[in-house]
């Protein structure tokens, strides 16, 4: 593998836009399989519809199960965008250059999973989304609730897709008149309609600057707020051993910085692996994410901490019972388990190597680790907190996932693995101006006496 | 001529070479004695007495109520705030090799003994906090489950806590200014006693590859380490000296607000010492805008991450509404402590978000340094209403919620000169630390001399900063 490869415009052209203007013989059969296993999911979604939720494995009292569990799960994923964007363009990280669209391109195909696992599918009668919006009985006064966190939830991550969107288009425009200027026909004409009249003045690049950096400033409230929405949808609830705690919110967004930067890594992996982009994305890139992930991971370890430390100070019979449940009881046990090794133990230790964090397959596989662990992580605390069986309930039934419910949830793997091939097909997945600047001025090193080291341009 | 300054601002130093850049910074440390420094000394001495008089005052009552100590409780953890985390402004930058805080970081760094001082002011808080056998919760789950712990876990942990923190933060400036106190050791005439002491310091500095290599590398794992303690003692402050204090208080973010607040504070007072040696120190070419907005960030940053937390702990109550959360609520934001919430509330988030939204205050000198001081303030009344509400809870043995919540403990004339005594001796600490050890680093600024450099791109000039593996 190659350190940093000094690269002109028109090379840099050449590698980033070649699967563009052309396409790869794997391409197709790929984006087919996913569009097939999603279309799957889809009809497993119709049957749902025609039968009603009673084909799920929900059954009182887990009311929720992998519909939430792959909501939250998303929502961590769609983390992954405004971390590597704007935080890191805001402290002018240049490692970032490379990684930042296939972040916030994640982000957009995460939140419209999310988005379909739960006010699309939870909720079992999708249609009444509209009457969240326009209440449906004016007569009698009923109007959703805005003190409820359920009405919270569709604001907050709608508002972060509208951002998201706006991020990606915004960062798009240069490289759209690139591709723009470089095709014929239909293409050239949906390329020039898409690009908004781009020709690349001193102007234009002033406004896209500045909007890169306003909505990098005014997009990072919205990333907090979204997951702290959401971590109060459990929290703000006191019947729920295991959810009314007030580390909720910072301990989701930790979390799902945790496991959407593990999904950047994993996708910067298939991007040198699928597309051989080993000239923009080099293992310099791989070692600060990782060192990154060993920050992000110890501090998600802390909140995990301090979740059940305080769990059991409260001292309370129902609380003490759950943390049992979790950790002494079959089948639990196991997953618990395997989500403390998946998520913090086998990849964080293997991080602290130089070695494995600049290896490919090696930060493939941690990687995916982290994040089959943090889904089991939402798991364990959606699921359980409402299997534990309580005193004076009729009801003491547990939770199978049905097959309906595993289609589901792999249709919405399906669906960002397509979402993310089919739109490398018509975009550049690195942003061809900003591997340009970064190029800029030559490689920049600096010699101190026999050694050269890295170096970076400020003002 | 190359620019010192930051996104246009006009240049501030011309660029010294090394030699130049040791002579300079070594010659203003040992002319720092002068008049301004010896009033200094006497005034901050002058509270440090006023603090041992409070002190007796609060001791002949004895140490059984608590709630009369909540004040002195209140000035131990706002100088453990402050003083204990200003290290981490040296700490976190150096490790992210950004080459902006090398000015600053030794005054950062120094800090660090302010603990030897805050240890002193810890001891008398081990009499002050209840055994566990009086029935009141604890982190160390006394009699709750499996076997009983010893009586004092909370009081051995967090002390042995505190004296690791201390220790730690001793040797990470020590480490750190190794170079400097070895040039000091050369520069001084030979036999004298200033000679000998730096001599001894110096441990045989000599400044090979091997022990720089060694010096760069022990500064990290201390650093790391300093990080570590000093989250670990915050956690064990913010919980067996204040939250097991308070019957349902249960609140697993609090110890994450506690660090953040000591955080802004830890930067307000590295923001506020940087004005003073810019402004009386002599130290105005080598502190410039790079660094105040640099902190001013930082600061800002801080003030949002703490309100964040607040409010994520004041929801999960307020919607809650159980018995004990209502309480809690009632004492520490509704309650007898209302007007110093508000005073903590504008200063601690209100006018740091409102002000520092705006570049040309963001950008400035003055802006920040003054929000520091507001953000001091604010984190001087946030500890004063954790601590002293906290304290004054007369039966802490209940299990699930306070039955009453306390009325207002207003400070008497021994709590005043207790917390003027505490500050002014962690300022007097801090003073006569600087005498030893140079208050910026040389040998980081002659450092940075070698990853700076200024080329031409296109029609303009450009930094370019080296950054090491």
């Not at chain 2, 409102?354 to 984190?379: D, E, Q, Y």
Request: charged letters at 15%; hydrophobic letters at 55%.
């Amino acid at each position: 593998m190659q350190e940093h490869v000094q690269l002109n415009s028109k090379e840099v052209n050449d590698i980033l836009l070649k699967d563009v203007l052309g396409m790869p013989k794997w391409w197709l059969p790929a984006v087919l399989f996913f569009l097939v296993v999603f279309l799957a999911g889809g009809a497993a979604f119709g049957y749902m519809l025609n039968k009603g939720v009673g084909v799920t494995g929900l059954n009182r009292p887990v009311m929720w199960g992998f519909f939430m569990v792959n909501f939250v799960f998303w929502i961590g994923i769609s983390h992954a965008g405004i971390m590597i964007s704007a935080i890191l363009r805001l402290t002018q990280a240049e490692w970032r250059r490379p990684l930042t669209r296939a972040a916030e391109v994640l982000t957009v195909f995460s939140l419209t999973s999310a988005l379909m696992a739960a006010p699309l599918v939870h909720v079992g009668r999708p249609w009444r989304a509209a009457l969240w919006v326009f209440p449906y009985d004016f007569e009698r006064g009923v109007w959703p609730n805005v003190r409820s966190a359920f009405v919270w939830d569709p604001s907050a991550v709608m508002t972060y897709l509208t951002a998201s969107t706006l991020f990606v288009i915004i960062a798009l425009l240069p490289d759209l008149a690139i591709i723009r200027d470089r095709t014929t026909g239909t293409a050239h004409k949906v390329y020039s309609l898409l690009c908004l009249g781009w020709r690349g003045t001193p102007r234009q690049w002033k406004l896209q600057a500045v909007a890169g950096i306003l909505l990098s400033a005014l997009v990072l409230p919205v990333f907090v707020s979204v997951h702290s929405i959401v971590s109060w949808d459990f929290a703000v609830q006191v019947g729920v051993e295991g959810w009314h705690s007030t580390i909720f919110a910072p301990y989701f967004i930790i979390g799902a910085i945790h496991s959407g930067v593990s999904a950047v890594a994993t996708v910067m992996v298939l991007m040198v692996w699928l597309y051989k982009w080993q000239k923009i994305l080099t293992p310099d890139h791989l070692d600060a994410i990782g060192r990154l992930l060993i920050i992000v991971a110890t501090i998600w370890f802390f909140a995990f901490f301090l979740e059940w430390v305080f769990a059991l100070y409260t001292l309370e019979d129902p609380e003490l019972a759950l943390r049992e449940l979790q950790v002494f009881k079959h089948p639990w046990m196991a997953l618990f388990i395997v989500f403390l090794i998946t998520a913090y133990f086998f990849p964080v230790p293997m991080w602290m190597f130089k070695k494995v964090r600049r290896n490919m397959f090696w930060m493939f596989v941690t990687t995916i680790s982290v994040n089959i662990g943090m889904w089991l992580e939402r798991f364990l605390i959606i699921v359980l907190g409402l299997a534990r069986r309580q005193a004076f309930t009729f009801d003491w039934g547990t939770y199978h996932p049905s097959m309906i419910e595993i289609l589901m949830v792999i249709a919405t793997f399906a669906w960002v693995m397509f979402g993310m091939l089919v739109f490398a097909k018509v975009f550049p997945l690195i942003p061809l101006f900003d591997i340009k600047e970064g190029m800029v001025g030559g490689p920049h090193k600096i010699k101190i006496g026999r050694k050269e080291i890295p170096a970076s341009i400020h003002e | 001529m190359p620019s010192n300054g930051h996104n246009g601002h006009a240049a501030e130093a011309v660029v010294l070479t090394q030699a130049q850049v040791q002579e300079d910074l070594q010659e203003k440390h040992e002319r720092s004695r002068g008049q301004t420094f010896r009033v200094a000394v006497g005034l901050f001495s002058v509270l440090l007495v006023l603090g041992i008089i409070g002190f007796i005052l609060r001791v002949v009552d004895g140490v059984s109520d608590t709630a009369k100590w909540g004040y002195y409780a209140a000035a131990f953890a706002f100088v453990l705030s402050t003083a204990g985390a200003a290290p981490m402004v040296a700490i976190a930058p150096r490790i992210a090799k950004a080459h902006w805080p090398r000015p600053i970081s030794r005054s950062a760094e120094l800090f660090s003994i302010v603990g030897l001082f805050n240890l002193l002011v810890f001891i008398p808080l081990l009499w002050v906090l209840p055994p566990l056998e009086q029935g009141r919760r604890t982190l160390w789950f006394f009699g709750s489950v499996g076997e009983p712990v010893p009586n004092y876990s909370p009081h051995i942990w967090a002390t042995l806590a505190m004296l690791a923190l201390v220790v730690v933060g001793v040797l990470l400036v020590w480490m750190s200014a190794l170079p400097d106190i070895a040039a000091l050791r050369d520069r001084l005439p030979q036999g004298t006693r200033k000679q000998k002491m730096y001599a001894w310091l110096a441990r045989g500095w000599k400044g090979t590859s091997a022990q720089w290599f060694m010096q760069k590398h022990r500064l990290g794992i201390l650093g790391a380490f300093y990080f570590a303690m000093l989250i670990f003692l915050h956690f064990l402050i913010s919980v067996d000296f204040l939250m097991t204090l308070v019957p349902g208080w249960i609140d697993a973010l609090y110890p994450a607000t506690h660090v953040a607040n000591a955080l802004q504070g830890g930067v307000a007072s590295v923001m506020l010492t940087m004005v003073i040696m810019r402004q009386w120190g002599g130290y105005k070419n080598e502190i410039g805008l790079d660094q105040f907005w640099g902190l001013g960030k930082l600061l800002f940053a801080l003030s949002l991450l703490w309100i964040w937390f607040f409010f994520s702990s004041f929801i999960i109550f307020w919607f809650g509404k159980k018995p004990n959360e209502v309480s809690v609520i009632e004492l520490f934001i509704k309650g007898p402590y209302l007007p110093i919430f508000y005073a903590e509330f504008v200063l601690t988030f209100f006018f740091p978000l409102v002000f520092m939204i705006w570049n040309p205050i963001r950008k400035s000198i003055w802006g920040p340094t003054i929000l520091s001081i507001a953000v001091l303030a604010g984190t001087f009344f946030g500890r004063i209403r954790m601590y002293v509400a906290s304290y004054s809870v007369a039966d802490q043995s209940a299990l699930h919620a306070i039955e009453t919540v306390p009325a207002t403990v207003m400070p008497g004339i021994a709590d005043v000169f207790i917390v003027l005594g505490v500050i002014g001796g962690s300022i007097l600490t801090y003073l006569l630390a600087s005498r030893i050890i140079p208050i910026m680093s040389i040998w980081e600024k002659k450092e940075m001399l070698m990853y700076e450099v200024h080329r031409p791109l296109h029609r303009i000039h450009v930094r370019i900063l080296g950054k090491p593996d």
